[in-house]
């Protein structure tokens, strides 16, 4: 795989987190129990549905999500990567490639591959219904074999909410023009 393209890969998985905790509650049919468990949490802490405040509950959890997403990528922790992301999963890269759960993962994993420490800034979560655009802007940097790279862009992350787990169904980046340092 090429430096480049697996820089890009990785820039654009940015914001997003491990895995959603998973609810230990039985289910009576897909999504019955984490529906009626969600509704509960929901009334325990006051918060009505679809209120202003639940909506920033739930933009506050996809944002603490993407973040764990993050460290998981520069961790290389497989599992939390793979674990935030729905099987269906597919990103465009900074040069139009299309890539699957599987390739993706699999350029994460590269042991010429490190990744910096990194932040996402001008971060912003929306919501319409069981959908989430998550999007920001990122500098990363690294190392692929012996050889630096430094990139920054630009993503869109969609989430779906599924069983009332959030994951990442579609990424895509645009590498941005490189700033003079």
Known sequence: MRPPRLAFALLSALALAACS?????PQAAPGAASSTASAVARAASGVAPGTPAAEAEIKAQLQAQAERWDRAIVAKDRAAIAGNMAEDFRQIDGEGHLEDIDSFVAGLMDPQLQIAPYTVQDFEVRLYGDVAVLSGRTHMSGSYGDKPFETDYRYIDLYVKR????????????????APR
Do not use: F, R
């Open 21 to 25: 905790p998973q609810n230990s509650t």
């Open 163 to 178: 069983e009332g787990q959030w994951k990442i169904v579609s990424v895509q980046i645009t590498k941005l023009p490189t």
